[in-house]
């Protein structure tokens, strides 16, 4: 059975940093492309970042040049660096998963996902 569980969440003030993680278990995370989205209380998973299996990145455009993706394949560990955050960044944060047929911005394509993770960003 795929489990994703993420960790990192918490209260930041803005301008500061958090780092999410994302550990799987039950699938060889190495050969899947991992997303993280994200969720501010409306009906649609926001795409934030993610990462192929051979480590290429893509970022909306919101976080580009604050967050920074990356993957530990040894450890089935992928990390999202929040840095500058702001008050528009809190939301729930999930890491989705999904063999390396598809790398992109869709959730819908997304195949595996964590529980979720909070993060405030208090002014």
């Known amino acids: 059975q795929v489990q994703l569980i993420e960790s990192g969440g918490g209260l930041v003030q803005a301008g500061g940093s958090l780092r999410l993680s994302c550990s799987a278990s039950?699938?060889?995370?190495?050969?899947?492309?991992v997303g993280w989205f994200r969720q501010a209380g409306g009906p649609e998973r926001e795409f934030v970042s993610a990462?192929?299996?051979?480590?290429?990145?893509i970022y909306a455009d919101s976080v580009k040049g604050r967050f920074t993706i990356s993957r530990d394949s040894d450890k089935s560990t992928v990390y999202l660096q929040m840095d500058s955050l702001k008050l528009e960044d809190t939301a729930v944060y999930y890491c989705?998963?999904?063999?390396?047929?598809?790398?992109?911005?869709?959730?819908?394509?997304?195949?595996?996902w964590g529980q979720g993770t909070q993060v405030t960003v208090s002014s």
């Open positions: 989705a998963a999904v063999p390396n047929y598809y790398f992109g911005r869709e959730a819908r394509r997304y195949v595996h």
């Open positions: 039950g699938v060889t995370f190495r050969t899947y492309a």
């Open positions: 990462i192929s299996w051979n480590a290429v990145t």
